[in-house]
């Protein structure tokens, strides 16, 4: 078996090199990655509105059948194993959140397991993967994760302190008015390839045309108004550094995420950054 490890990790080694082009969009709209407003601009439509999901071993090059299972790996091997993988996802922007003080050995099986789902391959950024459902009854990491008590804290703490679950924002401010959403994905999937994107993107807030008045809520597909205190806030967001910290555009883009994730039992976020 040590034999096959070593070979295994010399295809590991080697699968970095199947970097694909980036994706068309970010030609398209001239975007820079290495301006962050820019990146994750861009890193959001390409995961949530172009990108198409395809198999890890897909886009690693690393079959899942190479894979040996945990009961054939001595401790050692699995944590020679993990650590391997986890550099391969990462040159493939994908980010692995075990809680810190978590074996290495104990992370090859969550590893294993991800090899069976399809997520959406990224040209730049950052894809975080997560592996809990935020259920303290069935944490994947006893002894080791205290995020669902820190929740519960967080939000027994707002409770006395009479702190609200909606947003504390201005959203006539920014927020755009009915269809405006489905005819500015038209227009970035039909532009012209001169055109930037990127500024497209902030049109939104930036378009001297759109009359504040007439901005004057935030809708659903059929044009049905919501507002926004009546999305619910996970408690994944209060303890998030990007939760109502006064950045507009961030806050309409979690708005939008809580709202597509409404009825989900697993609610999940990749821009999450832990406070």
């Given at each position: ?22 994706h ?82 104990l992370?090859?099986?969550?590893i ?20 809990c ?58 532009s ?5 994107m ?78």
């Amino acid at each position: 078996m040590q034999r096959y490890i070593e070979q295994l990790i010399e295809d590991i080694h080697e699968a970095t090199g199947n970097i694909r082009p980036p994706h068309e969009l970010w030609e398209k709209s001239g975007a820079d990655p290495d301006c962050e407003p820019e990146l994750e601009d861009m890193s959001y439509v390409e995961q949530y509105l172009y990108g198409e999901k395809e198999p890890i071993a897909q886009i690693t090059g690393i079959s899942q059948e190479q894979l040996p299972p945990p009961g054939k790996l001595t401790r050692k091997q699995q944590t020679l194993l993990a650590t391997e993988l986890e550099k391969l996802l990462q040159y493939f922007h994908f980010y692995l959140d075990f809680p810190k003080n978590y074996p290495v050995h104990l992370r090859y099986p969550f590893i294993l397991n991800l090899w069976e789902e399809e997520y959406v391959p990224l040209s730049f950024g950052e894809n975080h993967i997560e592996f809990c459902d935020y259920d303290e009854e069935f944490c994947p990491f006893p002894g080791y994760c205290t995020l669902c008590s820190e929740v519960q804290a967080q939000m027994k703490y707002e409770e006395e302190h009479g702190c609200t679950d909606g947003l504390d924002i201005n959203v006539k401010d920014f927020l755009p008015v009915p269809g405006q959403i489905e005819a500015g994905e038209d227009q970035m999937k039909n532009s012209d390839p001169d055109n930037d994107m990127s500024s497209f993107l902030l049109e939104i807030n930036e378009n001297d045309d759109i009359n504040s008045e007439d901005i004057n809520g935030f809708y659903d597909d059929d044009g049905n108004k919501i507002e926004p205190h009546s999305v619910p806030v996970p408690g994944l967001c209060t303890i998030c550094r990007k939760y109502q910290n006064g950045d507009e555009g961030e806050d309409l883009l979690c708005l939008m995420n809580r709202y597509d994730q409404r009825n989900e039992t697993d609610f999940r976020c990749g821009a999450f950054d832990k406070k």
